[in-house]
């Protein structure tokens, strides 16, 4: 039983807004409409890829992905599902 615990506390899946400052993380998907999903997707949020968050304001975060830096507001942040 407890290691069924650990397996899923290890695949939980935490939205990109709720990540503290610092942390790497990887994106797992993205949820919201395909021209959502298409524009993240264009930006590198695909599965898979490695975000580090450089900096949270009130949940609005700075974040790196793949080499380039963007500013994300709390509701774009909320879409991207990180573990």
Do not use: W
């Not at 807004?17 to 919201?32: H, I, K, L, Q, T």
């Not at 949270?56 to 509701?75: C, P, Y």
């Amino acid at each position: 039983m407890l290691v069924e615990a650990v397996k899923e506390m290890s695949t939980a899946q935490l939205p990109l807004a709720m990540v503290g400052r610092g942390e790497e993380v990887s994106v797992v998907r993205v949820s919201g409409r395909p021209a959502l999903k298409q524009h993240l997707a264009e930006m590198g949020f695909v599965e898979g890829a490695s975000v580090k968050v450089v900096s949270r304001v009130n949940g609005d975060v700075l974040i790196s992905v793949k080499g380039s830096t963007f500013a994300l507001g709390r509701a774009l942040a909320m879409h991207i599902y990180t573990c």
